[in-house]
């Protein structure tokens, strides 16, 4: 048998039919959906007189409209539009008979952490989701990608997908990470090397002692961020740590059926001499404290850099450069570590997991905030209670942050949570847009860690100096 990659063994394990063309029709093993990308699709259902293949394998969460304040339940603080999809997705998921997880329910939050937490997220599945984050469960060596609305309503009518296979991208991040180093440094910093189209074709496998060494938070974290540097999905092969990870969740196999999943599990790995069509290798020495400077991830830069000129980069880049400077209101050689910060938002499906707030709360212990105003948004209302327990929720309050619901919150601007024009904020998230966070607001994405750190001083610092 030829050697393969991971890719290409889940690849095959899902594939139904290949037509002469190379297109392929891949079954799919979870489908997850959220408000934003579902109410057409069901729509067509409906008008077809079609029902929900797998209601089984189908699980649905609001989160991207979701207010996050305590008062929530008051539907007052949405606007029209967000209130027409939740009410929308409630409808669905109780006509369609599919798994779902209401505004009401503990258990909701970022369809990204509630997939991997519910255990419907397990190694070597075909995972779709209307939405580009859905690399995030590539973590668990699962093939996970964003699927378009119209695509939404053919998994839900079939549970199968029309793809075309990609080619195969090893990045490999070797050694340790230096203290102060985290996940989000290593993705964000692949980025800065390969730019946001550097992954356009191509699924990436993250590899080397680096990623072995990182926990399911920080992979799926890592994973997370390939769909920014343009890349169709990212994979880690699972190990021990996946394996203790899934096993006990609510939809995890049990018994003999787990037994059975783990002896499959434990082939998924890339042979040794597996053809790569492109190879990417970071020293993890080598990776800082990172944070971008423009309104593209791949503006990212080490904290102890300074702001870029435009001039500094070529071709067709100089102009873009110069269009995220004046967006974002900064001065060529300015150190980034001068930056005055009037936000910080601590969450997403990148940074909104208990490792992550356990991070950030080792940092801001004992301080306060320096800035305007600061949140907290946990991933999941399991997320948010975990942290109760065991204190973090108290010392965020305590240094001045607010403790927020679960749900996407301002990582974008689609409900209350958002920067008003000018606002400059630290995030924990994984896009700066322009206007992502709200529209004329300015972006700094960091891990949490930097994030805690950018609190406490109001400006952007060095994590390494508060450690
Ligand atoms: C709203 C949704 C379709 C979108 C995505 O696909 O990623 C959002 O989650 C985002 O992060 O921009
Ligand atoms: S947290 Fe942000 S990136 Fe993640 S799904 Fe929500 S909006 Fe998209």
Not at 233 to 255: S, V
Not at 282 to 305: C, N
Not at 361 to 370: C, P, W
Request: charged share 20%; net charge negative; glycine share 10%.
């Amino acid at each position: 048998m030829s050697p393969k990659t991971l890719y290409d063994k889940i690849w095959d394990a899902h594939l139904a039919h290949e037509a002469d063309d190379g297109t392929c029709l891949l079954y799919i093993d979870r489908h997850l959906v959220h408000e934003v990308t579902s109410p057409q699709a069901f729509e067509g259902l409906r008008m077809t007189g079609r029902t929900v293949h797998a209601p089984d394998k189908t699980i649905a969460v609001p989160d991207h409209n979701v207010p996050t304040t305590l008062d929530r339940a008051n539907a007052e603080t949405m606007t029209e539009d967000s209130r027409i999809q939740v009410a929308a997705l409630d409808k669905n998921a109780k006509d369609f008979g599919i798994h779902y997880y209401p505004v009401s329910d503990v258990r909701q939050g970022i369809v990204h952490i509630v997939g991997p937490e519910q255990g419907w997220t397990l190694p070597g599945m075909t995972v779709v989701c209307g939405d580009s984050h859905t690399a995030t469960h590539g973590a668990f060596g699962a093939l996970a990608h964003g699927i378009g609305t119209s695509e939404v309503e053919h998994v839900l009518a079939t549970q199968t997908l029309i793809q075309k296979k990609s080619k195969n991208m090893k990045v490999e991040i070797t050694g340790k990470l230096r203290p102060g180093v985290t996940a989000k440094d290593i993705t964000m910093s692949v980025i800065g090397v390969t730019g946001t189209a550097g992954g356009t074709g191509y699924v990436i496998e993250y590899c080397g002692e680096a990623i072995r060494d990182l926990s399911m938070e920080g992979r799926m974290t890592v994973c997370n961020m390939a769909i920014e540097g343009g890349a169709r999905a990212g994979l880690i092969a699972p190990d021990e740590k996946t394996f203790a990870y899934c096993q006990g969740r609510p939809h995890a196999p049990k018994g003999a059926q787990w037994e059975a999943a783990l002896a499959w599990w434990k082939t998924l790995y890339s042979d040794d001499d597996a053809h790569w069509d492109k190879v990417v290798t970071l020293k993890g020495e080598d990776i800082a404290p990172s944070v971008t400077w423009g309104t593209s991830p791949e503006d990212v830069l080490p904290i102890t850099a300074n702001v870029p000129a435009a001039s500094d980069f070529n071709g067709g880049k100089v102009g873009a450069a110069q269009r995220s400077l004046d967006y974002m209101g900064l001065t060529p050689g300015t150190p980034l570590s001068d930056i005055a910060i009037d936000t910080v938002f601590i969450g997403s499906c990148t940074n909104g997991r208990i490792e992550d707030l356990r991070a950030a709360a080792a940092i801001l212990k004992g301080k306060k905030i320096a800035v305007k105003r600061a949140m907290v948004v946990p991933g999941s209302g399991l997320v948010r209670a975990q942290a109760e327990e065991e204190g973090l929720a108290d010392i965020f309050k305590e240094a001045g942050f607010e403790w927020r619901l679960a749900g996407c919150s301002m990582c974008l601007a689609m409900n209350p949570d958002q920067l008003a024009p000018g606002e400059r904020c630290a995030a924990t998230s994984n896009r700066n847009f322009e206007g992502r966070q709200g529209r004329g607001g300015r972006t700094h994405l960091m891990s949490p860690a930097m994030a805690a750190a950018a609190a406490i001083t109001g400006k952007l610092t060095d994590v390494r100096e508060m450690m």
